[in-house]
């Protein structure tokens, strides 16, 4: 199937009447009226487009499936950021997203990328299109990207970033509500470029603070008088998101290839949800064409698109758990304002229903958009407790370590059959290496951890598991501490401020 010779443009999902080419809309992160960037149309494959991704390695496909959205990159161009993110040994495995069978359930591993979590798989490519986007558009100013994390974003999108020319990196990230493992993964990044600071808060006010700045026209001023414009690596960031499409167009046909399904055969995806931009990819997917039954939205406790999935109501305001998979631990997940957008394609009621969030903690898109919405998705959640036994009963009965955000899938998923008897094939969607949380994981399988340091757990559970520890937490032995930072959530914008007047940074 042969892209169409037109360039897609993208808008904001609350009004603006400003049309970007994707180069743009990458640079600039977050639409002028607060909203999202989405393409105006949606790119359609068939089966044969599909099948056609059977025999072509990972950066093939994603050339393929990134130059229906990207249409304002030549092939060359897109050529080139792939090879660049996903290629020069930066992926411990060949095939960089491989599916596993484990029992009747296939997993589908985004983890093995350079900080062992699944946002490698947009945060090696994301600086590489937008510093390609800021040569095609003549862009002068120094982009300054900011990044609220709940763990694993703020490394991946460290490491990407490092010592990029024209661009610098600040992390926010909760204090004390990462795992010990991801704190120092960003606390010894390199790069004359980068900061990380803690936020005493957790990560909505982290996130909140980033939405706060970005959207305070006298401070963007005082910036733009620097020469440095704001940006995100966020998946509020459309070159964030469309790298993550890819990977369910090539596991379906890696699925194909070992015979698992038939071409045209609809599967199920599991995906263990935070920001709502992982699973949304999911469904970008099947409205593209791919044959997606069922997207079932995996929480831990803090569960608040569990209810909204179930009735309607997006509701804020209730208490925050600090959990086992932190990386989900999230009340403001800011993708879902993507789906209200292409669900109803009514701006005014997306910018009266996030109006409304921000004023009211809740909003409600009432009965008829909830039914339509559920004939996609399901949802449900999954306590600490449960998911340490799931992580127990997965390694007893399939000899798989899970982490614990792919615990969470995986319970919610026997949850799903159970409750719906649905048949189709199911794909756990698998976004962190367990090394990244080995405590809980070996508290999961009963090993002693308490007063036990990081890489003694390392050490403990690499005799549990049959793939080694990866190469950059293994070298966290011996890297120093170069960030120390910390600021309140009311403090963050002088933060930014004094990074933006700093002087290291490459030009």
């Known amino acids: 199937m042969k892209k169409e010779a037109i360039v897609l443009k993208y808008s904001s999902t609350r009004g603006n009447a400003e049309q970007l080419d994707s180069a743009k809309a990458i640079i600039r992160g977050l639409a002028a009226d607060g909203g999202l960037f989405v393409p105006d149309a949606m790119p359609q494959v068939d089966m044969a487009f599909i099948e056609g991704l059977k025999a072509l390695s990972y950066e093939e496909r994603a050339e393929k499936v990134l130059g229906l959205f990207l249409t304002d990159y030549t092939a060359e161009e897109l050529a080139g950021c792939v090879t660049r993110a996903y290629a020069n040994g930066r992926f411990d495995t060949e095939k960089r997203a491989p599916v596993k069978a484990v029992g009747e359930k296939s997993v589908l591993e985004l983890w093995h990328g350079p900080t062992s979590a699944f946002k490698d798989m947009a945060l090696q490519l994301l600086p590489q299109l937008m510093s390609t986007a800021l040569k095609k558009t003549g ?112 596991a379906y046909a890696d699925l194909l290839s070992a015979g698992t399904i038939e071409p045209g055969e609809a599967i199920d995806f599991t995906v263990p949800t935070g920001n709502f931009g992982d699973i949304l990819a999911g469904f970008y997917a099947k409205c593209m064409g791919l044959p997606v039954h069922k997207l079932i939205c995996a ?59 921000q004023q009211q903690g809740r909003y409600d898109v009432g009965s008829e958009l909830l039914a339509k919405i559920q004939e996609t998705f399901w949802a449900d959640w999954t306590s600490d407790e449960d998911t340490e036994a799931c992580i127990a009963e997965v390694y007893r009965k399939h000899h798989y370590v899970a982490d614990p955000h792919t615990a969470v899938a995986w319970s919610v998923a026997e949850k799903y059959q159970q409750a719906t008897g649905d048949a189709h ?83």
Not at 231 to 241: V, Y
Not at 324 to 353: C, F, G, Q
């Open 299 to 357: 929480s831990n406790a803090n569960n608040v698109l569990t209810d909204f999935l179930r009735t309607g109501v997006y509701d804020r305001q209730r208490d925050f758990f600090k959990t086992i998979s932190p990386s989900m631990d999230i009340l403001i997940s800011s993708n879902l304002e993507r789906l209200l957008y292409h669900m109803t394609e009514d701006k005014e009621k997306v910018a009266s229903w996030m109006q409304q969030l």
């Open 139 to 250: 862009e002068k100013d120094e982009v300054l990207i900011l990044v609220a994390t709940s763990g694993d974003t703020g490394k991946a999108a460290l490491e990407g970033f490092r010592d990029v020319p024209q661009i610098r990196i600040m992390v926010f990230y909760p204090q004390g509500g990462v795992s010990r493992i991801q704190q120092l993964q960003m606390l010894t990044q390199e790069g004359s470029n980068v900061n990380v600071t803690a936020v005493t808060g957790n990560f909505d006010d982290a996130q909140s603070g980033v939405k706060r700045i970005f959207g305070d026209k006298d401070f963007n001023e005082a910036l733009a008088a620097k020469g440095i414009r704001l940006s995100s690596a966020n998946s509020i960031n459309w070159g964030r998101l469309v790298p993550q499409i890819v990977y369910y167009f090539s």
């Open 425 to 507: 094939h199911m794909v756990v969607v698998s976004t962190a290496s367990p090394y990244k949380f080995n405590g809980s994981v070996l508290d999961a399988l009963g090993v002693k951890t308490q007063g036990v340091d990081e890489f003694t757990l390392l050490d403990e559970l690499q005799q549990r598991n049959e793939d080694p520890i990866p190469e950059g937490l293994a070298s966290l032995r011996k890297k120093a501490v170069r960030h120390d930072g910390v600021c309140a959530p009311a403090t963050m914008e002088k933060a930014v401020m004094l990074f933006a007047s700093a002087d290291s940074v490459q030009k």
